[in-house]
């Protein structure tokens, strides 16, 4: 079994779990920050995008099952890539997209994911999401974590009424 880390910013951290909670090979998925320059940072304190955190996913994933390149696949898809101010009705620095690389190998792969992304013309404005070193992550606060599972009934509104269920089927299907 080799045991790895995937951590992805893609808006509102709600809406990351669900999409790779599914998978066989995936151990878990956390919601948390990343990316900032204060340790142990609060929701509210990220919500004021004064501490260069972003809302992620932390993904520890058995490779021999999944590949970084499959996670990378459905990240894609979970996101409006060409939106450089946050992610649908979610905005500023804390919503922002970027895949943060733990390896070489990660940072390599990413890069040729995000060029053949922009290659195919499916989006005709350029890929916004930023490729960067992975940094300390920090666990969400417990009632953020496996939103989908604890608050149905709200975040399926939040996840349709933010736009991002509809950009998904206009983009991908």
Request: charged share 25%.
């Amino acid at each position: 079994m080799a045991i790895s880390k995937a951590t992805f910013a893609g808006g509102c951290f709600w809406c990351m779990v669900k999409p790779f909670d599914r998978y066989e090979g995936v151990h878990a998925v956390l919601s948390g920050y990343t990316g900032g320059n204060v340790e142990n940072p609060t929701y509210e304190q990220v919500c004021t995008n004064s501490t260069g955190h972003r809302e992620a996913v932390q993904i520890t994933f058995d490779d021999d099952i999944i590949s970084y390149d499959t996670l990378l696949n459905l990240y894609w898809q979970q996101v409006d890539p060409t939106d450089a101010g946050g992610q649908f009705f979610d905005r500023g620095d804390s919503y922002k997209t970027a895949i943060y690389t733990h390896s070489e190998e990660q940072k390599i792969i990413a890069e040729k994911s995000k060029q053949a992304l922009e290659a195919s013309g499916k989006f005709n404005k350029p890929i916004a999401t930023e490729i960067l070193t992975a940094k300390p992550f920090y666990l969400a606060e417990e009632g953020h974590q496996d939103y989908y599972k604890k608050n149905p009934t709200h975040y399926n509104r939040y996840a349709v009424g933010s736009g991002r269920e509809q950009f998904k089927r206009d983009n991908w299907g």
